[in-house]
């Protein structure tokens, strides 16, 4: 579990800074005032990325069990750990209908 967790953890990092490098490289792209040679380099490094399969897509898992089968996008929890909570009564506005 744990081993998953830093893996996890290490390409969630990972991702965050790749996002952000493609940002910056997709604002120099449309910004007019630069020079077209830096809009042109800009432009290339940006292809590469996408290129190379440098983003990497993540899993989405559970934060608990980290079972890869969650419950939907509102939530982080699998459906057995969503479960459990709302019979604690530890998420507010939900309850066991039976």
Same mark, same amino acid.
Request: net charge positive; glycine share 2%.
């Given at each position: ?7 996890? +953890?290490? /390409? =969630?990092? *990972? ?7 493609? $940002?910056?490289?997709?604002? %120099? ?6 020079? +077209?040679? /830096? =809009?042109? *380099? ?7 990325? $996408?290129?190379?399969?440098? %983003? ?20 982080? $929890? ?21």
């Amino acid at each position: 579990m744990k081993k998953l967790y830093r893996k996890d +953890l290490k /390409l =969630r990092k *990972n991702l965050k800074l790749l996002n952000k490098k493609c $940002f910056l490289l997709k604002l %120099i792209i449309l910004n007019k005032h630069i020079f +077209l040679a /830096l =809009r042109y *380099n800009a432009y290339k490094s940006l292809n590469f990325f $996408f290129k190379n399969n440098f %983003i990497v897509s993540t899993s989405n898992r559970c934060i608990i069990s980290f079972n890869k089968k969650r419950f939907n996008k509102n939530t982080y $929890f699998s459906r057995s750990i969503f479960l459990k909570k709302i019979q604690h009564g530890e998420i507010v506005g939900y309850q066991k209908s039976s």
